[in-house]
């Protein structure tokens, strides 16, 4: 690595440390065990915020599993027992308009209803966290006559999501599955955004 090199990259982790540490910041997002927060030097760059322990459950994912989750750039230290990790800013807009896309042709095709499920979200995750195969194969065949382009996006995101779940599975039984947690790298790659 050349003496430039060396240099920039203690100067952007300088930077990275003092954006973290000391600036007030709006949340960008928050789940339950985490926030985000833009990065104000990359807009391809997100940091990613918790508890380390609950860092630690993730993190290891993320890192060797880059076509699945968000590339991860740097993990450091906050006051008080957190870390942070810079991962890859996704599109999550694209899914949410995925997602109602599918909503709309799965209730013209009665399989969301109040009375049965309410939501996309709900439909992934008898599938997907509970392995229904049949109720799976049900919708893709009632798709497959009313909209071909919706059941082969269905069928792409049951099986992008099924393989992100084999992967989860090794600390976590179910996949924690809502529109939120998902987006699309600038390579129009599917990712996971959290376990």
Known sequence: MKFKDI???????????????????????????????????????????????YVDQWYDIFKNNPKYFPIVHKRGNLKKGWDYVGVERL???RVKKEWAYLEEKLTDIGFIDEDN?????????VIVNHDDVQYESDIINKLKTYDKKAASLFLKWTNFLSIVKSIVSK?????????????????GEMKCLDI
Request: charged fraction near 25%; hydrophobic fraction near 30%; charge should be negative.
């Open 171 to 187: 600390v976590k039984p179910r996949l924690d599955l809502h529109i939120g947690n998902f987006g699309y790298s600038p390579k």
């Open 7 to 53: 240099l920039h990259s203690i100067i952007l982790e300088n930077y990275e440390l003092e954006e973290l540490g000391t600036k007030e910041k709006d949340v960008y997002g928050a789940g339950v065990t985490h926030q985000i927060y833009k990065a104000e030097h990359s807009g391809n760059l997100l940091y990613k915020t918790g508890p380390k322990g």
């Open 91 to 93: 599109d999550t807009q």
């Open 117 to 125: 499920m309410g939501d996309i979200d709900s439909i992934f995750n």
